[in-house]
């Protein structure tokens, strides 16, 4: 049992370990994913989240979307608001999204998660990029 308990603590750290890394910390030409680790977020009706800070990417850069969220039957977007200003966006309405947005520009994004619905969901999973 404390192995068990040790391991999943040693999980925990390394997580953690990788979200509290520092987005400029990463060359520009280092090919390096980057997790924010897990996320769990409660969303208010016809609202929307930041998650964590502005990243800087490259044109080619994909952030990666693995989340589930309850109501399953809520309509949800999972994207990026890009150096332009514009909001690009995947949507989900099954509960669960698994998919890719692949940046074309470099620059500064900011990750958002969007609730279309008239009610509060929760959202939980993992970002990474």
Do not use: A, L
């Given at each position: 049992m404390r192995f068990k308990r040790f391991c999943a603590m040693l999980l925990v750290c390394a997580l953690l370990g990788c979200a509290a890394a520092p987005a400029g910390a990463i060359e520009d030409n280092a090919v390096v994913p980057f997790a924010f680790g897990s996320l769990n977020h409660r969303i208010g009706k016809n609202d929307f989240i930041y998650v964590g800070q502005s990243i800087n990417l490259n044109k080619g850069n994909k952030v990666a979307f693995d989340c589930d969220y309850v109501p399953t039957s809520a309509s949800v977007d999972f994207g990026v608001v890009a150096p332009d200003g514009k909001f690009y966006s995947l949507?989900?309405?099954?509960?669960?999204?698994?998919?890719?947005?692949?940046?074309?520009?470099?620059?500064?994004?900011?990750?958002?998660?969007?609730?279309?619905?008239?009610?509060?969901?929760t959202v939980a999973g993992e970002i990474n990029f």
């Open positions: 949507n989900s309405t099954s509960g669960h999204i698994n998919k890719s947005i692949e940046v074309s520009q470099r620059g500064q994004y900011t990750i958002v998660i969007r609730n279309k619905e008239s009610y509060e969901i």
